[in-house]
């Protein structure tokens, strides 16, 4: 409602994209009427970074965050639930493997290294399995 001001109430009618990376930084669009002069974008409680905004529409860089949350847009006029945002676990790159070879008959000790790998279930070569010893996000 605003204190004393006539700044009309927020509605929302999407939010795109509806999902981004458990680090965050993903930049969500926010669509609607009465977006101007957004004052803050939670997801979930946790503050996004309004980055531009204008009567219909709000540009927010996502927080870091876990599973499936609500997003919050608070203006002038009042606040408005703006739908769920889900978080996803980014997939893993390699960027390195050394050695880069070895013997046929396996046993060979290799280092992956790259970004996302933590938890990691499994590695093949070839399509032959390894065995997994130990794992760490890079």
């Known amino acids: 409602m605003g204190s004393g001001s006539h700044a009309k109430h927020p509605a929302v009618a999407k939010v795109s994209p509806s999902s981004g990376t458990t680090g965050g930084g993903t930049a969500v669009t926010i669509s609607g009427t009465n977006l101007g002069g957004a ?37 002038p006029g009042g606040s408005a639930n703006a739908g769920k945002f889900t978080y996803m676990t980014p997939a893993p790159a390699v960027t390195g493997l050394s050695p880069s070879s070895g013997t046929t ?28 010893t130990a794992d760490s996000s890079t």
């Open 105 to 132: 008959a396996g046993g060979t000790a290799v280092t992956i290294t790259g970004t996302n790998l933590g938890g990691a279930t499994g590695v093949s070569f070839g399509g032959a399995a390894g065995k997994v």
């Open 39 to 75: 004052t803050s974008v939670s997801f979930g409680g946790a503050a996004g970074k309004v980055t531009a905004d204008s009567s219909t529409q709000v540009t927010v860089t996502s927080p870091a965050g876990t599973g499936t949350v609500s997003i919050t847009v608070t203006t």
